[in-house]
DNA sequence: CAAAACAGAACAATCGTTTGTTCTGTTAGA
DNA sequence: TCTAACAGAACAAACGATTGTTCTGTTTTG
């Protein structure tokens, strides 16, 4: 029944060749080490029948290289990350590359032990979504000689490249739309403080509300979760005065903030205006279609990647830190007031 | 800049030891090897301070063991399969795997391309859930003696161990629940005819329509994607007499059907019931919260992992196939008519 | 015709571990 | 005092590939 997979010693032993010679034709090294016409078809012809499939793990041993990325997200089960890491497999795939995932579950001491794991395997690069104030543990990843680039969130301290949306752009567009749509009191929802991009979106939120000299504003919560969007939006609703708008910092906030509303009674847009970071294939068939910031998830993976793989090839990088613009999907989840 | 990794034999340089004593120590078989508690110190000591960490590559192919699992999914933005990546990753990662992911994309070949490329790395087990019709390169790979667990999808034909949702009872208890309602003209949204669910969800859902002597319904459709439950709905509503109920077979179809029904101005429940396979956090807040039938994707994901570590450790499995019965979860699209 | 040149393939070291076996002292027993 | 027993550690062969080097004939050249 188990059939033994075949080695190259297999190989060797029926043809009765070396298996240098075997490895070279394999290889297509053929001509460089002048194997004949006629021995590298019997190589060929009994590798096939042997179903022979070189053995990756002592080919990574010699070499060093595994044709392994290893991909770490916050958390798989967020649709956002949940998407880059199909499009990252995916992408990776076409150059033979195989992916390895992690979810470190917004835990750094998690993050910590994958990354030592991720190390001892030997992988080619790592794309990392860390999810830690703390940066120690990666820099000395890339010290190793490791390439590796972040995405999403970064260390805007460190010299890792990284590829993220340029949130405060967004941050602002978003402030500014609602702004310009008459409302006065805005609320912000926000997620975890340890995050860069949540704190670049919290300065970009609360540079447009200076600028268009808005006061009467707030900027709470800690976690991006359905939880804490949910949380906050019921200790808004508390209010004597209660906002006119939600900007909401993620699409499981938005989802949390929805959930409170609904029980609230209160109709979206027309008796408060909701607008979130990230979109979703869902957002368009929610009760009411969310207006959103859409980040640029193809490109900023397309671009990781890119990245990874110059520093892997040691390519010079004109640009290592990248930001790309999101895009604003208008909805109907936004009222203009007067 | 570039330390290098240090392995085993950079400790025994400093210690003046063996690498085959260090080796002992460092895997806890002192004792047996009677190796004094000096020289263990001094072992623990140094390859702490070389910031010691195994080379998993070379020790896998000692071993042949890899301590990796590989999770194969028909698409990884489809958040049911998402969910099991995450679920499958934080799972083993409690054991001190790792998972190796592959996005087959609903293509038979590239599952198969991938399935070679898993197999050359020596990987420790699989799960799968297949995307094709045919299973001869997982019983292949089976025979080989790689340990492999199919979960939702599988062949029911093969001797594969499997896990999966209990997809007959499921569509029978929807399809009565509709009957049930009221409802005598149904019609069915199936996703992919390769998918045994698909199949077994049909026949479930056929098996009642003729019990309860409805001759009134369909089955249309083929593909677990948001366009074919739309394009499947307009087809719908352009019958003279229109269904009352629409049965989907999953989360994307449900999707279109939304999609649709929204352009036809259609309200659900009021104009036409709607009953879908798949839970999603999501669903809560559509326009519509939709009852759905959710499949036990946790007890899924931990049973078929359970049956995986059998088959590693070479225990006796008592059952290996396994159907778990979902939960009909009552929200607010389906109807009752009279 | 001897030596050089070359074609074609084998040899052997190596990657970093693990592990069965062997080696070297010291201690205990007769 | 001699040997057996044992503690403590080193030796060396794998695992399955890759690759610089060497080996063996045959052909070409002067």
């Known amino acids: 029944m188990s059939v033994k997979k075949s080695n190259i010693k297999d190989i060797s032993k029926v043809t009765g060749l070396s298996v240098s010679t075997i490895s070279r034709v394999l290889n297509g090294k053929a001509k460089q080490y002048r194997i004949s016409e006629k021995t590298q078809e019997i190589v060929f012809k009994v590798a096939e029948e042997l179903d022979y499939v070189p053995n990756q793990v002592a080919r990574n041993l010699k070499l060093g290289k595994t044709k392994t990325i290893a991909l770490i997200v916050p958390s798989l089960s967020n649709p956002f990350f949940a998407n880059m890491a199909a499009q990252v497999s995916i992408e990776l795939q076409k150059t033979g590359y ?17 990354l030592t794991q991720i190390v001892s395997r030997n992988v080619d690069g790592i794309l990392i979504s860390p999810c830690g104030n703390y940066g120690d543990h990666i820099d000395r990843v890339r010290s190793l000689g490791i390439p590796l680039v972040c995405f999403d969130r970064y260390y805007a301290n460190l010299e890792i ?11 602002s567009e978003g402030a500014r739309y609602l702004v310009e749509h008459g409302h006065k009191r805005i609320a912000c929802i926000q ?34 979760t359905v939880q804490n969007g949910y949380t906050e939006t019921l200790l808004l609703l508390q209010k004597l005065v209660k906002p006119t708008a939600i900007f909401s910092f993620s699409n499981t906030i938005a989802l949390g903030c929805i959930k409170a509303l609904k029980e609230f009674d209160l109709r979206i847009p027309e008796d408060i205006s909701l607008l979130t970071f990230d979109n979703h294939p869902y ?39 990248v930001l790309l613009r999101p895009k604003i999907i208008l909805r109907k989840s936004v009222n203009s007031i007067s």
């Not at 490249?161 to 941050?171: E, K, L, M």
Request: charged share 25%.
């Open 98 to 114: 195989i992916t390895l995932i992690s979810d470190s579950n917004e835990n750094e001491e998690i993050e910590r032990e994958e």
């Open 161 to 171: 490249p990284y590829v993220s949306t340029d949130n405060f752009w967004g941050a």
């Open 191 to 224: 997620g975890s403080k340890q995050s860069v991009p949540n704190e670049v979106r919290r300065k970009g939120f609360e540079e447009v509300m200076k600028q268009k000299g808005i006061s009467d504003f707030t900027v709470t919560g800690s976690e991006f």
């Open 283 to 321: 957002l368009d068939y929610l009760s009411v279609p969310l207006t959103s910031i859409a980040q640029p998830v193809n490109d900023i993976c397309k671009i990781a990647i890119k990245l990874l793989f110059s520093l892997i090839n040691k390519e010079e990088l004109s640009t290592n830190q």
